[in-house]
């Protein structure tokens, strides 16, 4: 089954410990991307991937990082999660830009 | 910057009602815009996508037309039933500057009473 996966999908932690939240697809998508929603924020972009080795900053990439060494993970990296990082965490893939945005299922992260 | 408008933020509407869902956004040089729902707790699922060059897409009850001019997409739903109830979320991919960025509007949560 053609999927995008996240894992965790719950995860529940402290002020500084770093994590890492994992993003794979099976469909040999180029692009990948991370997005955030906030309630009344909505979801905003917090960095993408045109393709292997090639990664950039969306809206609001302070606090994250993330790696494209293989063509189907995007890991997102939180080294010193903070409180205000508590949020839902989507993955998304697609072919490219023309294409169309295929979403995972969702991380749900508390920074406490 | 490109700022994505969705109205109205809630709707209610009985079982049957065609309705109609709009979608703005400020800078029209975009490559697609692409209409998604989203279920409580859940992902966002791909309902349409419609590239620059066109004019409407349809999917069953759906339609979606864009008017890149006028930085208008509007997504009509035919014959409405209580499983149609979810949040709609309109995303427009445009250049951002630099490659490829997807821009959200804060959705239209539809409720369809029985």
């Known amino acids: 089954e053609a999927q995008v996966t996240q894992n965790p999908r719950y995860l529940i932690t402290v002020t500084g410990k770093k994590l890492t939240v994992t993003c794979s697809q099976n469909m040999n998508h180029e692009y990948m991307s991370w997005y955030r929603q906030d309630p009344g924020l909505g979801l905003r972009q917090i960095y993408y991937?045109?393709?292997?080795?090639?990664?950039d900053k969306g809206d609001v990439p302070e606090g994250y990082k993330v790696s494209r060494k293989e063509k189907r993970n995007f890991p997102l990296i939180l080294e010193s999660p903070s409180p205000n990082q508590t949020s839902l965490y989507f993955c998304?893939?697609?072919?490219?830009?023309?294409?169309?945005?295929?979403f995972g299922p969702g991380t749900r992260l508390t920074v406490t | 910057k490109q700022e994505v408008t969705q109205i109205p933020a809630a709707l209610s509407v009985p079982e049957g009602e065609n309705l109609v869902l709009n979608c703005s956004f400020t800078d029209s040089a975009i490559y697609n815009l692409q209409w998604f729902r989203q279920d409580p707790g859940k992902g966002l699922t791909s309902l349409l996508l419609?590239?620059?060059?066109?004019r409407e897409q349809t999917s069953g009850r759906l339609n979606a037309s864009l008017d890149k001019s006028s930085g208008r997409s509007t997504l009509y739903i035919a014959a409405s039933q209580p499983g149609d109830s979810a949040t709609y979320l309109c995303?427009?991919?445009?250049?951002?500057?630099?490659?490829?960025?997807?821009?959200f509007g804060k959705g239209t949560l539809l409720t369809v009473n029985p």
């Open positions: 419609i590239q620059s060059s066109q």
């Open positions: 995303a427009v991919g445009w250049s951002g500057g630099s490659n490829y960025k997807l821009t």
């Open positions: 991937s045109m393709n292997v080795e090639v990664t």
């Open positions: 998304a893939s697609s072919f490219g830009r023309f294409y169309e945005q295929y």
